[in-house]
């Protein structure tokens, strides 16, 4: 079986964007730790006051490198930042920086993107389209180049709930080119004003411009070795390095920790609808093998034939889906054990279905009880935060109910079969099979991993002692102000009686 993923990588020169991304650091940590590449280099911008010197020099405390820095304590010397920024004209890469990369990059991984839903529609389609066909014009300045990855999303066609592993050029209201070339020609302002027009059914400007960067992919790749790589919803790792660990709180863990905070105590969500979400360690190991394929499959094509369009690789939970009422309900399962010393009150959640409904919920249950929590903060000295904090949650909410509310199946024949055509002992290694993944058990590591890696809470006897008697604490003033509502609200229908039926 010709299978050797390892093989491939030995002293292979990587250019991958996105680096200090989720699926950036874990792609990076497994090339690292499982291969012998040669060299990577990562594409930085600086940010927040920190130059890309900077940006890097932070992974040495970072807990997803501790494995590996353990076993080869020189490991990151072979990553090298290259100053650059998707935002920017010919990716703000230095001419200098553009000839080596030109001159020794071999494998290429575009993941860098924006991943905000409410994106204006300038900053997604500069970062997430343009940067695309920018990626693609620097790809054929590489001489060596033998293998090109787009990391785009399983969502990048969701005006559709079944989507197969093609192209779907129809489904934009213009191609890709024009859209650009109206971007250059048009301000900032006039094309965000346009955006209902251009993005139609499109639920948002990321799954938009991640449509339209395929069309880039489609339409200008020409006979570049490409493939692209679509993952569903990303979540905590779930064997390696580590187990459970998190650093952002997008999708489904946003929500779990926010309950397990007792920030969180209304939702709205369809807890029929099923939601597929994939590790990222599972994702990173897809994308590896992703590369590796299509470096082969580039050598089988014969010279003169026919342009096929690249092949697109689909990974998502396949049959073992899961609903977020599920999720949830393994959060609460948890809430006793491994409680958070940060809670502000006693974790529970209400759901709301109906979208009209819900900012009425809310008003009363997020944003009144945050005035007088803020309100007590500005008394004693300190800073109001969760007034602002809910607006982000209630934003966050309104943008992912599109998503949490519908069922997606995504086809996957290409990616089970790259799965067939990795060797048994490589797929050890390399594993995404997400038939065999145990939810139960996934959920109780990633728990442990978002209360050590967001929370910052050692799980420790210690901190977990503590946790439980501030758990207690607020359990029981959780449950006497319902015991108080509920006499007062006793009372108030018996005076209504009394007065209506007297």
């Avoid at 139960?440 to 901190?463: C, H, I």
Wanted: charged share 20%; hydrophobic share 45%.
């Amino acid at each position: 079986m010709d299978s050797d993923i390892r093989g491939f990588y030995k002293d292979k020169v990587i250019f991958l964007t996105g680096a200090t991304g989720f699926l950036g650091k874990v792609i990076i940590e497994k090339l690292l730790r499982s291969t012998d590449v040669k060299e990577i280099y990562t594409m930085v911008r600086s940010k927040r006051g920190q130059n890309i010197q900077d940006r890097l020099k932070i992974w040495q405390a970072d807990p997803i490198f501790e494995v590996l820095l353990r076993s080869q304590p020189d490991a990151l010397q072979r990553v090298h930042p290259i100053a650059g920024d998707c935002s920017q004209p010919d990716l703000g890469i230095s001419e200098q920086d553009r000839k080596i990369l030109a001159s020794e990059v071999q494998v290429v991984i575009h993941g860098a993107a924006t991943v905000r839903f409410s994106e204006p529609l300038h900053v997604a389609l500069a970062i997430n389209t343009r940067a695309t066909r920018l990626m693609l014009q620097l790809a054929k300045e590489m001489k060596k180049l033998v293998a090109y990855l787009h990391v785009s999303t399983a969502y990048s066609n969701s005006v559709l709930f079944r989507i197969e592993e093609k192209f779907y050029p129809e489904l934009l209201t213009c191609g890709s080119e024009k859209v650009l070339a109206l971007s250059e020609l048009v301000s900032d302002q006039v094309l965000d004003g346009m955006e209902p027009a251009l993005r139609g059914d499109f639920p948002n400007t990321y799954t938009y411009t991640k449509a339209l960067a395929e069309d880039v992919i489609l339409k200008e790749a020409g006979s570049l070795p490409v493939s692209i790589f679509r993952p569903s919803f990303i979540i905590p790792t779930y064997k390696e390095p580590l187990v459970g660990w998190i650093d952002n709180l997008y999708g489904p863990i946003g929500m779990m920790y926010g309950i397990a905070l007792g920030v969180l105590r209304v939702a709205s969500f369809n807890k029929n609808a099923l939601n597929s979400m994939v590790p990222v360690d599972y994702a990173a190991n897809v994308a590896l093998a992703c590369s590796w394929r299509t470096a082969k499959d580039t050598k089988k094509v014969p010279i003169n034939s026919v342009d096929v369009p690249p092949k697109i690789y689909a990974f998502g939970s396949g049959n073992n889906m899961l609903r977020i009422e599920d999720c949830i309900n393994y959060s609460m399962s948890f809430r006793e054990k491994i409680p958070l010393t940060q809670m502000i009150w006693y974790p529970f959640i209400f759901n709301v279905p109906s979208p009209t409904l819900y900012p009425l919920v809310a008003f009363f249950m997020h944003v009144l009880p945050a005035h007088v929590f803020d309100l007590v903060l500005r008394l004693s000295g300190k800073k109001p935060r969760l007034i602002k904090l809910y607006k982000t949650i209630h934003e966050n909410i309104y943008t992912t109910r599109y998503f949490i509310n519908n069922t997606f199946h995504f086809e996957m024949e290409n990616t089970n079969r790259l799965m067939d055509k990795i060797s048994s002992e490589e797929r050890i290694i390399y594993d995404f099979d997400m038939e065999s993944l145990n939810w139960k058990g996934y959920w109780s590591q990633a728990l442990y991993g978002m209360r050590v890696y967001l929370g910052k809470d050692p799980n420790t006897t210690e901190f977990i002692t503590q946790a439980k008697r501030r758990l207690w604490k607020l359990k029981i003033a959780h449950y006497s102000l319902v015991a108080v509502f509920a006499f007062l609200a006793g009372y108030l229908l018996w005076f209504l009686t009394k007065l209506f039926f007297n």
